[in-house]
């Protein structure tokens, strides 16, 4: 398994590279510096910012030197706070993102392969009907509305939870998980409906009520397996997702992570910054990819680890 | 009192299109120490029955109706806790696939403790112990290590005798067998049919055994219980049924079994031309770590026109593949398949879609083999206007009528869609379809096994009549000697790829060389 | 097996006129839901082609006077905190927000199907090599391409969709090429090599049939993805900007000043239910129109 993953890893590097390099010629080909805004400051002041970041240097040896640090794992100053790097604030902002991330994903899972296995159970009744409507709502409900919609209830009408924030009240990262968790849940839940309807239909399953065990031992013991099997392959994209939604929850519960991070320094043609973002975001994702892919044949054993 | 009691059975199914009656007031009783064979084709309610009897069918859409009293606990209306009791613990299971039956993402060991964990709360060691003693008992060399397995690690035949251990572990008073072996391969079969006929008598406890195949019934049940759409049309010693039928329905169902040999209108009295098909050195593999897996090796063949050529082999010899290497579905890695002297291996794409119109091919499963998105009239004219058989509206409309005429489908389902169809019919439209363009090779790739003996009959006459109307060569694919010696002129048998015998069908079935065509006919049921 | 006849509706002798499409869209034409989801789409379109002429005010009109106003004669939605008049632009919103979600549709559906049916037709080694490519594309960040994309070039309504349509191929892809591997392995297709038919002919008359049921349930997946991810973009800023509008920025707007003025949340949240709605139950009802099987007599 370690083989496969480092394999799976080592396959991953040309792609990184690409990404990298598509980024970085990307944010260096738009218009505009990362010193626009200040638009008073004069010529020979611009000129040394630009000295100092080494944005004079011809394009191919700042991409050079850029590369050179990377692989030292530095991702370079920050062009917009000056007194900062970027690994420095990636390390402030990624824990907590991840957190959130992690959090949500949790709120997704518990309640959505919840949900899929009661609709499942009995399909085309009330009992499927109703948790598959408010599945159906979850998704159509983007983030940006329900998260100002729980604040309204649970944080002004009711006032039982902090509007905002990040650990630094009791309970402040209830809603924020719950905003970003809602709509994967709604996702998770009809897949594993679908799933579970499929393995209830397998023969298996009724070898399994002929040996006399009970419904739950069937749907634990038997079924789970099977039909979670496309959940455990949304997982990969499924955490990318949420990455990238929490740019959204991060912004409306204003919350210091990686997502808002990026966001501004998105606004703010801070190069090195954005660059460092993707870098750090690209690899989560390929990880986490090839984790997912891990646990779904790891959980089967009719597939075998290959590349 | 018996051990099982049934009477007044009655169940219907409610669907969109009504209350259908699937099983109407059938009543039986089992005791111990005896086999009740139920018997009947497709659609005629003994699964739906046996299901029933265990509650495992889904109610609604099923609505069950009459008593079932197994040893003074009637099972169709205890509670559900009383009912799992006797579930797995008193009555066991098998089914017909143990592929699907088995859990994929669970060890064998697991599965067949299981019931002995839940039932007796058996301490795992004991169960593991108790569990290499059924597996050894049930048949299967080397239980320690077949333990951990999982089903696809296993062959058929296993599978089946796991899902056998699975049901006996709890020493049930009653077993339901729902078609076991079917879905196996004959000498296979044998074993198993013989395994569960020592079992049965050795544990002295009742069994119900489903099957669709008399020849089946005949070999292991005391008594046997006809079927025939949810009715029950005879009951009787098992002995008595076969001697003496009282019921037409039995009689026919007995009649319908190909018996003997091929009738002589359908036998050519003149030599054929010789070498209409040839096949030399034909080699087939298919890729495969570590080593290429070769499914046909070095088969020469030849067929004359107007010839049928019964290939007979077990699952995995290679038949489907030199098969469908004849009208080039799959190709070949080394050899020659010649076609009237022309060669049919050197043909580019082109010259291979006109050259289809002289070879056409039937396959199993009828209820694969037709586009569901295609209605009948689509299907059979599709060749037509493919090969430019029928160039106006008007021909096209004649001609795909006339087919279906002659293939004994009535012109007003032209418009229907095939899964409105029997297994038979839509048999029917995929004959329609292959003699559509006229052809004068048929590959027939086990035409009738999907089909009930009554239908089985009727499409065997069919191909019979048209072979001989219009001088088409076939070859014959089946697995059921009894079929081909109906069929076949002449008969090939494969195994592992190879042609180990060819001869004239009743010279060769009368007096096999080849031992592996001995075993073939020993396990022969009837 | 009982073999259920099917109405017979037509009584003419030309049965080769039994298409599967006349067929489908007959029995759509009986699944109310579908049917009603079928018009309010079209009226919604229809709208949305003729805001110019339709809409009651110009997009851009302020009446900073009038500031926000419930719904009234004048203003049948009300009007928001710059006097705009909603039910206009809300309109207009319909136009961008049905084109990157029909659009941006239109350009995965194309690019996928392709790929996919070239992937799970031809197979093989082929079939491996792009859908590595597929998994590798998956595997990236492509919200952060999007937003960099209209950071860096601007917000741009053809680079919008065209970005999204480039995102949302993949999955389709994924599902055509899932699709055409398990219809390829049917008889039926053998069949049709046996009959002489081109690989082409094959595609097109007995592949694609068979895998538009999940197709097109995931086109209707799809749209409302791609309106989201529009709103998405438009609530961080990087999307359509006001006085222009979509239905993401009338309802991100709406949702900063919800408790003063809920109309601004309320009927734009509802237009896009609706049509959320409308699009599944079309969905569903297509995938059954198409499937013979499912046929109620």
Known sequence: MLKFFAARLFQAIPVLFVVITATFFLVHSAPGGPFDAEKTL???????????????????????????????????????????????????????TFELALYAMLIALIIGVSAGIVASIKPNTAQDYIPMSLAMAGICMPSFLMGPLLVLIFGIS???????????????????????????????????????IEVLGQDYIRTAKAKGLPTPTII?????????????????????????????????????????FYVQAAFNRDYTMILGTTILLSTLIVVFNILSDILTVWLNPRLTLKD | MSLLDVSALNIDFNTREGVINAVNSVSFTVDRGETLGIVGESGSGKTVCCNALMRLLPTPPAAIKGRAVFDGVDLLTS??????????????????????????????????????????????????????????????????????????????????????????ITEPDLLIADEPTTALDVTTQAQILALLNELQQRRNIAMIFISHDLHVIKKIATRVLVLQKGCMVEQGRCAQVFAAPQHDYTKSLLDAIPKGKKPTRYRHEQPLAPNFLSITNASISFPAKPTPNLAVKDVSLSIARGEILGLVGESGCGKTSLAQSLVRLVDLEQGEIKLKNKSLTSLNEKQLRLARKDMQMIFQDPFASLN??????????????????ATTKRSLNEKVL??????????????????QFSGGQRQRVAIARAIAVEPQLIIADEPVSALDVTIQAQILKLLLDLCWQYSISMIFISHDLAVVRYVADRIAVMQKGQIVELGNTEALLTNPQHSYTKTLLAARLS | MTTTQLKNTHSNSDYGSYSLWREASYRLKKNTMAMLGFWTLLALFAIAACTPWLAPYAYENQNLALGASPPSAQHLLGTDIHGRDLLTRLMYGSRVSLLVGFAATAVSLVIGILWGTIAGYIGGRIDAVMMRIVDILYALPFMIFIILLMVVFGRSFLLLFLAIGLVEWLTMARIVRAQVLSVRKQEYIDAAIVTGLAHWQIIYR?????????????????????????????????GIQPPQSSWGVLISRGVESMEEYPWLLIFPGLTLSITLFSLNFLGDGLRDALDPRTAKN
């Open chain 2, 372 to 389: 569901p998105r295609m209605s009948i009239f689509e299907i059979i004219a599709e060749p037509l206007k493919l090969h430019g058989l």
């Open chain 2, 79 to 168: 509670s559900e806790s009383r009912l799992r009791s006797i579930r797995g613990r008193r009555i066991g299971m098998i089914f017909q696939d143990p592929m699907t039956a088995l859990n994929p993402f669970m060890r064998i060991g697991q599965q067949i403790m299981e019931p002995l964990q839940l039932h007796y709360k058996t301490p795992k060691e004991l169960a593991r112990k108790k569990t290499l003693a059924i597996l050894q008992e049930v048949g299967i060399d080397k239980p320690e290590q077949r333990l951990d397995c999982y089903a696809h690690e296993l062959s058929g035949g296993m599978r089946q005798r796991v899902m056998i251990a699975m049901a006996l």
């Open chain 3, 206 to 238: 007995h592949v694609m049939p068979n895998i538009l049921g999940p197709v097109i349930v995931y086109i209707t997946l799809t749209i409302p993805s791609v309106i989201l991810l529009e709103s998405f973009l438009s609530f961080l800023g990087l």
């Open chain 1, 220 to 260: 634990y013991r038997h079924a789970l397996r099977g039909g979670l099997a496309p959940v455990l392959a949304f997982l990969g994209p499924a955490f990318a997702g949420l990455l990238a939604g929490s740019f959204v929850v991060e912004t409306i519960f204003q919350i210091p992570g990686l997502g808002r």
């Open chain 2, 402 to 419: 006339a087919l279906m005429c002659e293939v004994g489908l009535e012109a007003n389902w032209a418009h229907q869609y095939p899964h």
């Open chain 1, 158 to 196: 009711l006032d039982w939870l902090p509007v905002s924030g990040w650990g630094y009240a009791p309970g402040d990262k209830i809603l924020p998980a719950i905003t970003l968790g809602t709509g994967y849940a709604a996702y998770i839940a009809r897949l594993t409906r679908g799933g579970m």
């Open chain 1, 42 to 96: 004069p010529a020979e002041v611009l000129d040394n910012l630009n000295a100092r970041y080494n944005l004079d240097d011809p394009l191919y040896k700042q991409y050079l030197s850029y590369m050179g640090n990377l692989v030292q794992g530095d991702f370079g100053p920050s062009f917009r706070y000056s007194n900062r790097s970027v690994t420095e604030m990636i390390l402030t902002g990624l824990p907590i």
